[in-house]
């Protein structure tokens, strides 16, 4: 009978070894494992193990929340085995002692696939376990869109099954500092995601992670990268708040707003140095200024030259070097990367308000494809997302944060994933929520505690302890969502090449 079964479904049950039985209360999703005695020394949190269930059937399941029990040694109240120890220092007969796990179930596998589990497990099923053989049974969980990357933290040998299909449902990495999460980004993800046929931009905010691993052709420092007078515009309100004006139009603004979007780019052409352009900005607001108010309307002429103090205030403030990196010249599009190419833009030599005037300016250039029914294939990594959506987002990270959004709605019909990186998850740490509901595959490593309750929102229906995610070593993620093929999530690792 066993010959048979695992013959038909592929799966040598004869080369596995039995390392115990389900114990009750058993259902469709779930199951107690009792231990043979000795396998507690074998079997590990995370081992992938298959149920020869009664009722008919293997299933695939991995091993979460492992318990040793001695009834003899249980505290709390009084017990003979208590006072044996108390009085002797030595622990009592080992005949109640137990192990347990509860497995969380990927699947049950027939014909070479695995599909959801819907036959409740016999409690007495026989489970064996993989690990020692030369069989790896995330075979099963392939499909025709699949890529193979990384390997289980339990096997190494065993690579991860991701699902292409779902990569424009949009990704997020999760990890405190020193986790891993830019590691996972440069070798596992961008190279998943150019093998699915997708062209990757990768945003380094601070120009560390990922600018000095790649080419030098294949890095754009932002200040070579033009940038579209809107982005220029809020750079200047944000920078001299409104140049002093409290309410958001000033007449200054509005100047401002027209000089900008008719002279911008003869402005950025013309001037070779940053104060030439502000000088030459100067003029043509002022000039602009001055051709407004009727002849003799004295009160008018007092809130233009206002204005033009302000102006000229306002300018003098800005730091040269900020100025200067919104004089690139290399187009926005010239800077979106073709399916199988990565681009990086080095973000180091900005100011945070540039590097979000920056992103805006990109995120127009994507929607505006988007709008016109355009395929991407692109995927969109932003490293430090708390700075361009936090969880109360402020001056222009409300307009960036908006603009995540639209990307994430409209990237799925047009093949746009967005990738953000994040130490946190939820609240002051973590991105704005609006948000994270549209990151269908999560990348969840060592967490900081504060993302405890989060964490374990995601994780504890399959078992797994928020706790244990505080213990994770860097690199050690808790693969979850969409793009995992196994509805319980996988504790996976990746070779960090040399
Ligand atoms: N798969 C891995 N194997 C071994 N070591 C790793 C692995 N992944 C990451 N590390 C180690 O972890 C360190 C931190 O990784 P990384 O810079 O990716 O962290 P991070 O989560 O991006 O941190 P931050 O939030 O500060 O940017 C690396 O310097 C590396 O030594
Ligand atoms: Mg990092």
Redesign the pocket.
Known sequence: MMQEKSSTLNIPLEELKLVGITGSTTSTSEAPLILVEGMEREVREEDVVLIENLNGGLILAVCRGGLGIDDNLRVGSYSPGIAYVRSTGKSPSRAKESYHFMLSFIGAVADGRVKPNDVIVAPGSRVYAFRGTSHNPLQYLKTEKTLLAGYLVREPSWDIPFDAAFIPYHIGVF?????????????LLIPVLLKAGYGVLDLDWAGV?YAPYFEESQVIPISEVESSPEAFLSYLMDRTRNFGYRGETSTLSMALEEVLSEHWQSLVKEASTPSELLEKLKDLVNERLKGQPKEGDQKSKHWIDLASMRLERGLSKLPLEEVETFMGKVGIKDLIPRQGEVSVVDMHRASDVAKLTFFLTLSNELLTRMYRGEMLNLALVI??APQYCPHEPRGVQVETTDRIKDLCALGRKHRLCVVL?S?GIAGEIGINAAIRRNLNTQFI?QIHPLDLEEAGKRLSPYGIKPESLLYL????FYFVGKMNPSPTPLLI????AS
């Open positions: 990890g405190a500092t020193g986790s891993g999460k830019s590691y996972l980004t440069r070798h992670d490293d430090e990186i130490q490593g070593e860097p690199g050690q690792s990746f070779q960090v």
